[in-house]
T-cell receptor, first 113, second 113 residues
Framework: SQQGEEDPQALSIQEGENATMNCSYK?????LQWYRQNSGRGLVHLIL?????REKHSGRLRVTLDTSKKSSSLLITASRAADTASYFC?????????????FGKGTKLTVNP | DTAVSQTPKYLVTQMGNDKSIKCEQN?????MYWYKQDSKKFLKIMFS???????INETVPNRFSPKSPDKAHLNLHINSLELGDSAVYFC????????????FGSGTRLTVV
């Protein structure tokens, strides 16, 4: 069953601007992960945040997690045209064990040069 | 030095045929997965194998039969293909304690005509 819901479904910005994508989920989690998918390609793991963490950084990426609201956000700073892709959040829940990730529907990000 | 490789990349076949998709990972991961991505980009887990043992079978029709000859390989055989099986199938792998996320293959686009 679907766990995460990304918001917005699509986002179009200019190069250099920041992009923020949100994810909400329904059950308790072990961790939440963000993935990027370029058109016609596989998914690439970007960042993982554990349920006891509130914020994590990796390069131009910043992820926050609010377990009380069951939500996460992914911020991409100083966006580039190469950031154009679909971004998915995925949750690893205790109920499902650690053997699977449940993905949201994704946010399609377009960065215009 | 591809980490997770799947073959073929594209597969076009007629309804009723039987086909296989192969997946190999050279990362030494202990768990492999098959995910299906539909036309709306929604990703859903199908199967998970840990050290050749089936861990997850997400109510997939029994026309789909995964086979893991060793922990580096997870193949997917599909019998009596139907139009609704058309999708992109992704193989992925991960390693306990899964703090680095999953590594995905580039996908197999299956079209049933």
């Amino acid at each position: 069953s679907q766990q995460g819901e990304e918001d917005p479904q699509a986002l179009s910005i200019q190069e250099g601007e920041n992009a923020t994508m949100n994810c909400s989920y329904k059950t308790s989690i072990n961790n939440l992960q963000w993935y990027r998918q370029n058109s016609g390609r596989g998914l690439v793991h970007l960042i993982l945040i554990r349920s006891n963490e509130r914020e994590k950084h990796s390069g131009r990426l910043r992820v926050t997690l609010d377990t009380s609201k069951k939500s996460s956000s992914l911020l991409i700073t100083a966006s580039r045209a190469a950031d154009t892709a679909s971004y998915f959040c995925a949750t690893d829940s205790p109920e499902g064990g650690s053997e699977k990730l449940v993905f949201g529907k994704g946010t399609k990000l377009t960065v215009n040069p | 030095d591809t980490a997770v490789s799947q073959t073929p990349k594209y597969l076009v076949t007629q309804m009723g045929n039987d086909k296989s998709i192969k997946c190999e990972q050279n990362l030494g991961h202990d768990t492999m997965y098959w995910y299906k991505q539909d036309s709306k980009k929604f990703l859903k887990i199908m199967f998970s194998y840990n050290n050749k043992e089936l861990i997850i079978n997400e109510t997939v029709p029994n026309r789909f039969s995964p086979k893991s000859p060793d922990k580096a390989h997870l193949n997917l055989h599909i019998n009596s293909l139907e139009l609704g099986d058309s999708a992109v199938y992704f193989c992925a792998s991960s390693q306990s304690p899964r703090s680095r996320g999953y590594t995905f293959g580039s996908g197999t686009r299956l079209t049933v005509v």
